[in-house]
């Protein structure tokens, strides 16, 4: 396995039984309580075995919005996407 955030979410996902392509973004939440974007540099710095507590959270995030047919309509269709992100607590 590759030490990528990627392979990380790909490998949770499966222990899980969860559909990795559905994780939108990773988070590890630290001692002091502050949030941190988990990167591939996160990963590569993680010990072999590290005990780690998963926490998913819903979201609902706009993918794309578009607009009403009629030129100048202020009124949009906004498309949404349900995901989750995934909050490693170590």
């Known amino acids: ?9 790909a490998s949770i996902a499966m222990k899980c039984s969860f559909e990795a392509t559905r994780i939108r ?3 590890n939440v630290n001692q002091n309580g502050l949030s941190i974007k988990v990167d591939d540099d996160v990963v590569r710095e993680l010990p072999e075995g590290q005990d780690m507590i998963l926490e998913f959270s819903r979201i609902t995030a706009p993918v794309d919005a578009v607009l009403d047919g009629e030129q100048g309509s ?14 490693l607590i170590f």
């Open 74 to 87: 202020a009124v949009q269709n906004v498309i949404e996407s349900e995901g989750y992100i995934l909050k």
């Open 1 to 9: 396995m590759k030490r990528e955030a990627k392979e990380l979410i």
């Open 25 to 27: 973004q990773m988070i």
